[in-house]
């Protein structure tokens, strides 16, 4: 091989090779964004499946106190054991659950839809949406905030809360919005 044509292969040769690099690296870099946006999706699917159970958790417990334990209006609601029950849940590190309201007539004021997701998540569920959610960040940390409908399931419903019975068939008259760390 002369001097020119070994010259002539290396520039020839160069530019192929970083281009031929470049474009490994970017489908490289590509793959593992995919990857990483592959892993995000499965956290958030992990975390939803826990607030489906969570949901049915917490609902059946209420069914179950109220038809058995709750007989008057003197005796504890089921769903103010919930709310402590939340609250406990919460000091332990765990999720966050809150009761709310959406007839506009709470028993307790803090029970009303508060920041803009509860308010969206509330006005979505009676217009007939079965769940809501959202993923946001708090502290660079991701969480899954999510909103199931609480229906008037019993007629016992009423014996504390009468204006449920003002209200159409079907609509919520409440939800559980839960905020749950994805990882
Ligand atoms: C014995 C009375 C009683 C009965 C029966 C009762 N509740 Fe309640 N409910 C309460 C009280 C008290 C609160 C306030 C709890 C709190 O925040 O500490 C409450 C709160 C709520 C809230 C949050 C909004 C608000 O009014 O503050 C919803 C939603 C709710 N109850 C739904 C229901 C459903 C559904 C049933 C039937 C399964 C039911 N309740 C049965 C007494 C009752």
Redesign the pocket.
């Known amino acids: 091989m002369n001097l020119s044509s070994s010259l002539l292969n290396r520039t020839t040769v160069k530019p192929f090779t970083w281009a031929l690099a470049a474009m490994l690296g970017l489908s490289g870099l590509l793959t593992s964004v995919r990857a990483d946006q592959m892993a995000d999706d499965a956290a958030v699917a992990r975390t939803r499946k826990q607030v489906k159970m969570l949901d049915d958790l917490y609902k059946t417990a209420?069914?179950l106190i109220?038809t058995h334990y709750?007989n008057?209006?003197?005796?504890?609601?089921?769903?103010?054991a919930?709310?402590?029950l939340f609250d406990a849940m919460k000091q332990k590190g765990w999720h966050e659950v809150r009761?709310?309201?959406?007839?506009g007539?709470?028993?307790?004021?803090?029970?009303?839809p508060r920041d803009e997701f509860e308010k969206t998540a509330v006005a979505k569920l009676k217009s007939g949406e079965k769940y809501y959610e959202q993923v946001v960040e708090r502290d660079g940390e991701k969480y899954l905030r999510a909103a199931t409908p609480?229906?008037?399931?019993?007629e016992?419903?009423?014996?504390?809360?009468d204006h449920?019975n003002d209200v159409k068939p079907g609509e919520p008259?409440?939800?559980l919005g839960y905020t749950l760390k994805i990882e």
Request: hydrophobic content about 50%; overall charge negative.
């Open positions: 209420v069914v109220t709750v008057d209006e003197d005796d504890l609601a089921a769903g103010s919930a709310v402590a009761l709310l309201d959406a007839t007539l709470p028993i307790e004021d803090k029970n009303s609480v229906p008037v399931v019993l016992k419903c009423t014996m504390c809360h449920y008259i409440g939800a």
